[in-house]
């Protein structure tokens, strides 16, 4: 299937536009950047505001643990399938070259993209739904992945980010797909806050916070289109699905169709206009490729029996042995040794002890921040005579090899 290219006519108005400057600005200005805790050192002409926050977060102590969380393929050793560390980069440079062409702050669109999903657990969004469900049973409030990476970068790690790209980072889920992204204003970190806290409390509630910038909404739309096809992509690359299996549609068939077109298609209908939007066609193109993604891929992942099976109780265990740990003030135990130590170590200032932060929400922050290897390892650590384990398929191991193992024993999609 061809690619689309801009539109003759709108290739035109951009080009003179730009070379004129007369193009309507709707981007955040840096000089518009609102932060905790303000100085009163003058702005820095090579190192503008939201320059800083990408500063910030790529050298903040948990951005390297990006590279061993998955993306959507558990218990897979292979590198050519999509981490979440190439995750983040790819909606990165999708939404940058959105935003370039709709005149907006690269900056600000680079620092939300890459902190989107750094308080992302381990295990994806199975590791997500099992941690949420230990949250909530235990203290009657939500865990979404998305909330709590604005937590890492604003509470755990107060690295005094800006509200626009806490905003963003919030804002960002791209499980919710729109027909038109537009603003929300926010004007300060006490709405910031009340918003957040709504998350905790009322089911569902993550999933409506919007972006407060332009920036911010390209970035929302940018990580469904990097995931879209790229998830088709890696599904084909292990052999889950065939070639041909996906519906073709006119965003097209292959990963880089799909990018390009999409691009194309919001470009032509959000240059110059105050929202970011899709045509009808290409936008029920997408709903109907991610729920063809959700049916083929997704619902059936080969990992998918093991993290219900194995991985979900592991978490469990864990949860309970380390609040346990908390509470008893065990000084030996990871709780304290690798993860309020780590945490408190940090230069970044603070306006109260870390420590005094709720026990659950703490052994939440610790299991969040686990890369997938991590947690198996601190399970192996803490219950060494445990029956549960893990087995990953390598390079030359048949892919469907753990479905005739566990044959008679459960449904291979067994929701549970």
């Known amino acids: 299937m061809a690619k689309n290219e801009l539109s003759a006519a709108l290739s035109a108005r951009m080009e003179q536009e730009k070379a004129d400057r007369t193009y309507t ?76 062409a709709l005149n907006l702050n690269l900056d600000l669109i680079e620092a939300i993209a890459l902190g989107h999903d750094i308080g992302h657990t381990p295990f994806a969004h199975c590791g997500e739904v099992y941690l949420n469900e230990l949250y909530n049973s235990h203290t009657g409030r939500y ?19 800006s509200l626009q790209t806490l905003s963003g980072i919030a804002g960002h889920n791209g499980e919710i797909e729109l027909a038109e992204y537009r603003p929300v204003p926010l004007d300060s970190f006490a709405d910031f806050e009340a918003e957040l806290e709504k998350s905790y409390t009322i089911p569902g509630y993550s999933n409506k916070i919007q972006p407060s910038t332009l920036e911010g909404n390209v970035v929302r739309i940018s990580d469904i289109i990097a995931y879209l096809g790229k998830d088709r992509q890696d599904a084909t690359s292990i052999q889950m699905v065939e070639n041909n299996a996906f519906t073709a549609q006119k965003i097209g068939t292959i990963n880089s169709e799909i990018i390009n077109n999409l691009v194309v298609n919001i470009i032509e209908n959000s240059y110059g206009k105050p929202y970011i939007m899709l045509d009808e066609e290409h936008f029920q193109a997408v709903q109907s490729y991610k729920k063809e993604n959700y049916s083929m891929i997704y619902a059936n992942e080969p990992g998918r029996v093991i993290l219900n099976r194995v991985v979900r109780p592991m978490m469990q265990e864990i949860y309970e042995q380390l609040l346990d740990d908390l509470i008893q003030d065990k000084p030996n135990s990871p709780i304290f040794r690798h993860h309020i130590e780590y945490v408190t170590q940090t230069r970044y200032p603070r306006t109260s002890s870390y420590t005094k932060t709720e026990p659950n929400q703490i052994v939440v922050d610790y299991i969040a921040s686990m890369t997938d290897d991590y947690l198996i390892d601190l399970h192996r650590y803490l219950f060494p005579d445990s029956n549960y384990y893990v087995e990953y398929t390598g390079y030359f191991n048949d892919l469907y090899a753990l479905r005739s193992r566990l044959q008679g024993q459960m449904s291979w999609d067994d929701p549970n």
């Open 143 to 161: 865990f979404s992945h998305n909330i709590h990476s604005a937590r890492v970068l604003d509470q755990i790690f107060p690295l005094n980010l």
């Open 25 to 100: 600005d709707f981007s955040c200005s840096d000089n518009a950047a609102i932060r905790r805790f303000r100085n009163n050192k003058p702005a820095q002409i090579w190192r503008p505001n939201f320059a800083k926050d990408i500063d910030r977060i790529m050298y903040s102590p948990y951005y390297n643990r990006y590279t061993d969380k998955t993306q959507v393929f558990s218990l897979i050793k292979n590198d050519d399938i999509t981490r979440r560390s190439l995750h983040v980069q790819l909606v990165s440079r999708i939404a940058r070259t959105i935003g370039r």
